[in-house]
């Protein structure tokens, strides 16, 4: 099992920036894909990105593409989420998240969750 933990929300206004972290421990970081989800508040938890095990492969969910970067540094053991230009539907609880396998497929590939950051971005 690996544990996750996440950083970096807080407050921000509309068009702004910020910068997420998860740092990781546990089982080995660098061989397994990472991913970001978040949940507004009345909605169902969605996918925003995820990144190979190696970070060479980058996925993202259509409202965010453009806006948001996901990285990793496999030395540190930590994923990150740049994300840009953000908007008052950016809203919500940001979740890291680890996959049993090297490559982003889908969603169920994510069996380990970090406790979650707040973001809110004001108009």
């Known amino acids: 099992q690996v544990q996750l933990v996440e950083s970096g929300g807080g407050l921000v206004q509309a068009g702004g920036s910020l910068r997420l972290s998860c740092a990781a421990s546990g089982r080995t970081f660098s061989t397994n894909a990472m991913g970001w989800f978040r949940q507004a508040p009345g909605k169902e938890r969605e996918f925003v990105a995820a990144i190979s095990w190696s970070g060479l492969s980058t996925y993202y969910s259509s409202s965010v593409k453009g806006r948001f970067t996901i990285s990793r540094d496999n030395a540190k053991n930590t994923v990150y989420l740049q994300m840009n230009s953000l908007k008052p539907g950016d809203t919500a609880v940001y979740y890291c998240?680890?996959?049993?396998?090297?490559?982003?497929?889908?969603?169920?590939?994510?069996?380990?969750w970090g406790q979650g950051t707040q973001v809110t971005v004001s108009s």
């Open positions: 998240a680890a996959s049993d396998k090297n490559y982003y497929t889908g969603p169920a590939d994510f069996g380990s």
